[in-house]
């Protein structure tokens, strides 16, 4: 699998953390356990940008799976 220009490494724990790093693209981030019905159906994969989905002030992730379930993955702000 081939990973996307600029990163260098995805790492995925137990408790839902996913953590990508290589610089611009660097960012942390939970995976909601929960999947949502809601989506007309893909075919595949897509992992598409959303609008803040928690209120901590940074947008977040959603992935569609291909039987049009939704799961939200919410970045995790940078420290300061």
Do not use: H, W
Request: proline share 8%.
């Amino acid at each position: 699998m081939a990973l996307t220009p600029g990163v260098e490494a995805v790492r995925l724990d137990l408790n839902g953390t996913l953590t990508v790093t290589g610089g611009a693209n660097a960012f942390t981030c939970i995976i909601d356990y929960a999947s949502k019905i809601g989506n007309t159906p893909t075919g595949g994969l897509q992992l598409n940008d959303i609008p803040d989905a928690n209120g901590d002030g940074v947008n977040d992730l959603a992935i569609i799976y291909g039987s049009f379930e939704k799961q939200i993955i919410y970045q995790i702000p940078p420290l300061p």
